[in-house]
């Protein structure tokens, strides 16, 4: 079993702080160091047991570190990195879990000149819409998958160690490349987030005076928890994975229109085969999405 004796954690939130509480209890970690912009934050994390010792400074943080975690919001990757180039052993295995993975493929590249073998891009595929460390669980990755995107000049053992951790944690790991999970994602996870703060933000102005959400039923309200989310991380995430997130949006664009029309020429035959295609896929993917 992997063994990891000093890990920092950079950006101690809900997804950072998870994975400590996670490790901690799966008994494979020495000491975390936390690391963070937030004095208050961090000395919080402590109290909880989230991490040993916290340090403000990047640089002093991963001095010493086995393995690095960057739990930060995808803007803010490329600064840390800058911040702790020069303090890092070339031994130390660094991973990130942000959302989108070409994007921190290129900030790697942009601040170290190319990409060192002991950077293992990650994304696990689970969270919630809340933030912070205060939000955080050790159950949040048990039976949810994590998806790595090594390069072609990413060491093995340094993918074995990350692919190690999240498994630890009860997560399944795949690997794939990062344009293609950054397609995948822009699909099933950056654009559904767009829609439903999209949704609420034009309800919100479309109703004016009127308070049109205190009719809102039970479907709205499962509709639109994601647009509870955190506002900045999702405007980074938008910006990172544009390329992909503006193909999905234009599909969706596309096939909103040929409802519109349905709905306009009261085409019931076409809406109702619309609908019975979408749920039957709904239903078939259920058990999978509740896994
Ligand atoms: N929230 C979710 O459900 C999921 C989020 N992710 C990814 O995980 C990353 C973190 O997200 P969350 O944990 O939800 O966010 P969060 O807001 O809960 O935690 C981020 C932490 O990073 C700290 N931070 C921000 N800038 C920093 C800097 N320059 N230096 C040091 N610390 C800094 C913040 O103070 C905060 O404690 C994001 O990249 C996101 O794309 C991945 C999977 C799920
Ligand atoms: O709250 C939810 O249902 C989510 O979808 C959480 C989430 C947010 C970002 C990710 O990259 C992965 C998962």
């Known amino acids: 079993m992997i063994h990891i004796p000093r890990l920092c ?27 963070g912009r937030n004095q208050s934050n961090l000395r919080r994390a402590v109290e909880l047991g989230v991490v040993d010792c916290y340090q403000t400074n990047p640089a002093s943080a991963v001095t010493g570190a086995d393995m690095i975690v960057l739990g930060v919001p995808l803007g803010n990757v490329r600064p840390v990195l800058t911040t702790i180039r020069d303090a890092l052993d070339s031994a130390t295995i660094i ?11 290129e900030d790697i590249e942009a601040v170290f000149g190319d990409i060192p073998a002991r950077f293992v891009p990650g994304h696990p595929v689970a969270g919630t819409e809340k933030s912070g460390v205060e939000a955080a669980f050790a159950d949040l990755f048990q039976k949810r998958r994590t998806i790595l995107t090594p390069l072609a000049q990413t060491d093995p053992q340094a993918v074995s160690a990350v692919a190690a951790l999240w498994e630890a944690v009860g997560a ?96 019931g035959q076409a809406l109702e085969r619309v609908f019975r295609n979408a749920k039957a896929v709904r239903d078939r993917y259920l058990p999978l999405l509740e896994r």
Not at 10 to 27: C, D, E, F, H, K
Not at 95 to 105: E, N, Y
């Open 9 to 35: 954690v950079i950006g101690v939130g809900l997804i950072g702080g998870s994975l400590a509480l996670a490790l901690r209890r799966a008994g494979i970690v020495g000491e975390i160091v936390g690391c």
């Open 95 to 105: 991973t990130d879990v942000g959302s989108a993975k070409r994007c921190v493929i």
């Open 172 to 267: 399944e790991v795949i690997s794939m490349s990062a344009d293609h999970h950054d397609r995948m994602l822009a699909a099933t996870s950056h654009l559904p987030h767009l829609l439903a703060f999209g949704l609420v933000d034009t309800l919100a102005r479309w109703g004016g005076d009127e308070d049109i959400f205190q009719y809102a039923a039970g479907g709205f309200r499962d509709f639109t928890r994601i647009a509870s989310s955190d506002p900045v991380m999702w405007r980074d995430i938008c910006i990172a994975n544009r390329a992909a997130l503006l193909e999905a949006l234009e599909h969706y664009r596309e096939d909103l229109g040929v409802l519109t029309e349905l709905v306009r020429c009261l085409d």
